[in-house]
């Protein structure tokens, strides 16, 4: 600038000497607010939270929100809360060998920002172990906790905290962890902790997990009575007591393999998720920050057996615990929230349209308040309805027990003798048949509630990642779910 202005040494110079310094100073407001945006690192969050719905994407949480104000009179805090007061992304899912993901591959991409074959556990194609988000969390001296309504050594949380060739090396994944020591691992999946021999015990060796879990200072609980009791300046004197000082770490296992659907459950025995979130934030308090993964994983479970009614409750367990994740946020504003999903399962389709049905008889379908009531009514999943009705036959006497169970547990939905017969002979119809006789029972359900499924498997529908916090303007946008881990890696970078 300076060798152009020597330049300008005539009477014409003199002018462009005059325009050329009206240009910068008219310019330099702008030029230095621009450098400072650029230069604008994100807010600092001291903990995270990430929200997963496994199998949730955008149209599960359009029909948790709709079912929850029309049936509950209740607000949905993902887009009353979160999004109104945060941003909203949008992902693509694909994995490294398929066009639709598996869990696996999806939360793999999610935690280590890098595209798996599906099935693999946060391992490379070339079989080279990643980096999974809470082992980078550990290292950046955050206190980490996983907690899921599946087996804690399933799919999602998993490929968040260690790496295995394959999701079924469920062994490998719960010695991983005790290798890793997460602060709090809650779920179900006990059968993976009992010794070879023990009652209910899945595990090749004689390796007592809970035992060898204690003795390396935590914790265990196995009731919602005893998470009620979870306390962690309690488990810090017990230490303390020994000679130890240590912050309190614990291990959940509240059912052999996965926990109850939420319409299913056993509300005094099996703590719910919100139960569960409210246990591990009060655990993991503290100066150092935590990262926190909550898994739903029922909203996967229920699509896959296409069970409408069974999603729908936990899409409002899911509500509940966003709740509690969000009071917390209130009193630590300094906690970063994000709601998202891995892919969406079951291609949900509440529907408005003309259908022929197999009897011949044309009907026109919508989801309007009387079938929504129908959907409401519902008093337990198809898979509890399955195994009540599991030894019926296809005779008078089974039809006649078949109606009257289906009362209870469906009441305003109608039976056809062919219906009745396609679902004790678990007879495959349409594309559906990875979940029989659930994937049928739901097509008769269908009839009465409008609400049909496009598969009994996964899809590639985008998936959302919704953030409210510090920090939470980097998650606004299109992209892949790679991305997403490189957003969260990027944060820890910073939260050091
Ligand atoms: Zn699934």
Redesign the pocket.
Request: glycine fraction near 16%; charge should be negative.
């Given at each position: 600038m300076l060798e152009i202005l020597k330049r300008c040494r005539t009477e014409a110079g003199r002018i462009s000497r005059f325009i050329i310094l009206l240009f910068v100073f008219l310019w330099l407001p702008l030029a230095l607010s621009l450098a400072s945006q650029a230069q604008a690192a994100p807010e600092r969050p001291r903990n995270v939270i990430i929200l997963f719905a496994?199998?949730a994407a955008m149209t599960q949480f359009e029909f948790g929100a709709y079912t929850a104000r029309k049936l509950r009179g209740q607000d949905y805090a993902l887009f009353d809360h979160v999004i109104a007061n945060g941003s909203l992304g949008l992902m693509s899912t694909f994995s490294n060998d398929a066009f639709v993901t598996?869990?696996a591959a999806a939360a793999s991409a999610m935690s280590t920002g890098h595209k798996v074959n599906n099935g693999a556990i946060a391992t490379s194609p070339q079989g080279k172990a990643l980096t999974p988000l809470m082992l980078a969390a550990k290292r950046a001296g955050k206190r980490i906790g996983l907690v899921t309504t599946a087996p804690v050594y399933d799919a999602t949380p998993a490929a968040f905290a260690v790496s295995a060739k394959s999701r079924k090396d469920h062994q490998q994944i719960v010695d991983g962890y005790l290798a890793l020591q997460p602060d709090v691992l809650m779920g179900g999946g006990r059968d993976m902790f009992l010794p070879k021999g023990a009652a209910g015990s899945a595990r090749k060796d004689t390796r007592d997990l809970a035992r060898d879990f204690a003795e390396s200072g935590y914790g265990v609980v196995q009731s919602r009575a005893e998470l009620a009791k979870i306390n962690p300046g309690e488990h810090i004197q017990r230490e303390a007591g020994a000679g130890k000082l240590v912050p309190g770490k614990w291990l959940g296992l509240f059912a052999l393999e996965d926990m109850a659907f939420e319409i299913d459950r056993d509300k005094q025995a099996e703590p719910s998720l919100a139960e569960m979130t409210k246990a591990a934030m009060s655990a993991l308090e503290g100066q150092a920050g935590f990262v926190l993964l909550l898994e739903n994983e029922s909203t996967?479970?229920t699509?896959?057996q296409n069970d409408a009614a069974s999603l729908m409750h936990d899409l409002w367990a899911f509500d509940a615990a966003l709740r509690v994740v969000l009071e917390y946020k209130a009193r630590h504003p300094d906690t970063l929230v994000i709601v998202t999903g891995?892919?969406e399962?079951g291609g949900l389709s509440p529907t408005y349209v003309r259908r022929k049905h197999a009897d011949g008889k044309m009907q026109d379908i919508k989801l309007d308040d009387a079938r929504l009531a129908n959907l409401g009514n519902i008093k337990g999943s198809l898979a509890s309805f399955v195994n009540k009705t599991a030894d019926l036959r296809d005779n008078a006497a089974g039809h006649n027990a078949f109606k009257r169970i289906a009362a209870e547990y469906f009441p305003g939905v109608s039976f056809t003798p062919a219906d009745l017969a396609a679902v004790i002979n678990k007879t495959p119809s349409e594309e559906q048949t990875s979940y029989l006789p659930h994937n049928t029972l739901a097509q008769i359900i269908g009839k009465n509630t409008g609400i049909y499924w496009g598969t009994s498997?996964?899809t590639p529908e985008p998936v959302i990642a919704a953030a409210t916090g510090p920090g939470h303007h980097i998650f606004q946008g299109y992209y892949d779910n790679t991305d997403f881990a490189k957003k969260l890696h990027q944060l820890l970078d910073i939260m050091q």
């Open positions: 496994d199998g598996d869990s996967d479970t699509a896959h891995d892919h399962t498997g996964h």
